[in-house]
Each structure stands twice: as C-alpha cells, then as structure tokens.
C-alpha cells in the first residue's frame, strides 16, 4: 500500500493529456480501491469505493481520444503494480453493474485501438 501512495504522489506532478480526459492523478485515485480486485486476491467482487470510481470514469471519458487518455493511464498504473490479472480489469464494470466495455489491459495493449467504455452500443 506503501507503494501505491507513493506511486499516487509521483502522478501528481504529471502533467495530463492535451484533451478533456480525466488527468492521471485523478484517473489513479478513481481506481485505487481496485487494486486488491485486479490484483486476483480473495475479493469475489469488487468494492463500493471502486465501483464508485469506476463509473466516475466511465462518465468522464466520453471521446475516443479521452477513453485513450484513460487506457494509457491505467496502462501506466499498472505495469507499477506488480502482478494482476487483466481479465479482472475487463470485469469491473460487469461486477459494478456498469453497461459499458472495458478491455483487458496490459503492457501489450494498444490503446489507440481499443473501444471501451461504450455504453451497451
């Protein structure tokens, strides 16, 4: 947990993308009550707080070139986690009761070809 906040401080002095997505610092704290989820531990689902950021999320990145800024970002934050299973990355929204998409997301991911967050599209 250490870590993550130390992580959590280093983002914000990072500068944002050049559109309206959520910065990353602001994308970070959204998604850090995720991290035991994604990470595969004994979490069977994901809790309130992470849901919560979850959907903040999805409501703020309404473009192709925010969901991108949104990709990159997560991408970033956790290729510093350590160990996590991407499949979980693809089952928040479900678990959250969220109708839209999310990739699973790794250090391979091409972010400027993912569709994510189209809401039952």
């Known amino acids: 947990m250490t870590r ?3 992580f959590l401080a280093v983002l914000l002095f990072l500068s944002s993308a050049a559109n309206s997505a959520p910065s990353c610092p ?4 959204q ?3 995720c991290l035991s989820f994604v990470k595969g531990g004994s979490d069977t689902k994901p809790s ?3 849901c919560k950021g979850v959907k903040e999320l999805s409501v703020n990145a309404n473009s192709r070139p925010d969901r991108e800024a949104v990709c990159k970002c997560l991408k970033q934050v956790l290729s510093s986690v350590g160990n996590y299973n991407p499949s979980q990355v693809s089952l928040l ?7 839209l998409n999310l ?3 790794d250090k391979n ?3 400027s070809k993912v ?6 599209e």
């Open 4 to 6: 993550l906040i130390g």
């Open 26 to 29: 602001t994308i970070t704290q």
């Open 31 to 33: 998604v850090a009550p």
């Open 48 to 50: 309130e707080e992470c």
């Open 93 to 99: 929204p479900k678990k959250c009761g969220l109708s």
């Open 103 to 105: 990739p699973p997301i």
């Open 109 to 111: 991911t091409d972010c």
């Open 115 to 120: 569709g994510m967050f189209y809401h039952g």
